[in-house]
T-cell receptor
Framework: DAKTTQPPSMDCAEGRAANLPCNHSTISGNEYVYWYRQIHSQGPQYIIHGLKNNETNEMASLIITEDRKSSTLILPHATLRDTAVYYC??????????FGQGTELSVKP | EPEVTQTPSHQVTQMGQEVILRCVPISNHLYFYWYRQILGQKVEFLVS????????KSEIFDDQFSVERPDGSNFTLKIRSTKLEDSAMYFC????????????FGEGSRLTVL
């Protein structure tokens, strides 16, 4: 079973930052936090991952708390095309990814 | 940008028929996966494959399912005798190494069993 807890849905206004929370209180020391998203019924798309430090790439930023029990994915300027289901996954980089239910983000004009 | 490609995009079949779903992973990747997603449900792991053998499989992946890498480029999922409940999107994924890097997913093959 997934080791993360995410809100089932969120709304965000177009052009504003979308902040998606994730709780992973049982994360182990060798486990990373990965974020994927799935637009409609397309294949899941990798967004970003991190271990301890905050990370940023061209798509998003990932903020991980110091105790690593929670994290936030930030889409700095959400567009309508960012409407998707966002999955927070705890992963030790070997083996399989296990998807939970994710957060359904709706970006509204 | 390299991508995972899957064929067919949609297949309709009769219950009891055999189905083969095909995937071409990214060329230098060594680890391969199949996932499925029943409509309205979450993405579920089926099987992982490395070095020409199954690394791990879920309880969904029963004797009706098999995977193969028949040549250096294709990775196939075969369902021997399809059931109504096999109707789903099937996603192939690949990864370059075992201890790092992200999984790259294909766009999926939609299987409809009538």
């Amino acid at each position: 079973d997934a080791k993360t807890t995410q809100p089932p849905s969120m709304d965000c206004a177009e052009g504003r930052a979308a902040n998606l929370p994730c709780n992973h209180s049982t994360i182990s020391g060798n486990e990373y936090v990965y974020w994927y998203r799935q637009i409609h019924s397309q294949g899941p798309q990798y967004i970003i991952h991190g271990l301890k430090n905050n990370e940023t790439n061209e798509m998003a930023s990932l903020i991980i708390t110091e105790d690593r029990k929670s994290s936030t994915l930030i889409l700095p300027h959400a567009t309508l095309r960012d409407t998707a289901v966002y999955y927070c996954i705890v992963y030790n980089q070997g083996g399989k990814l296990i998807f939970g239910q994710g957060t359904e983000l709706s970006v509204k004009p | 940008e390299p991508e995972v490609t899957q064929t067919p995009s949609h297949q309709v079949t009769q219950m009891g028929q055999e189905v083969i779903l095909r995937c071409v992973p990214i060329s230098n990747h060594l680890y391969f996966y199949w996932y499925r997603q029943i409509l309205g449900q979450k993405v579920e792991f089926l099987v992982s494959f490395y070095n020409n053998e199954i690394s791990e499989k879920s309880e969904i992946f029963d004797d009706q399912f098999s995977v193969e890498r028949p040549d250096g480029s294709n990775f196939t999922l075969k369902i021997r005798s399809t059931k109504l409940e096999d109707s789903a999107m099937y996603f192939c994924a690949s990864k370059s190494s075992g201890s790092g890097g992200e999984l790259f997913f294909g766009e999926g093959s939609r299987l409809t069993v009538l």
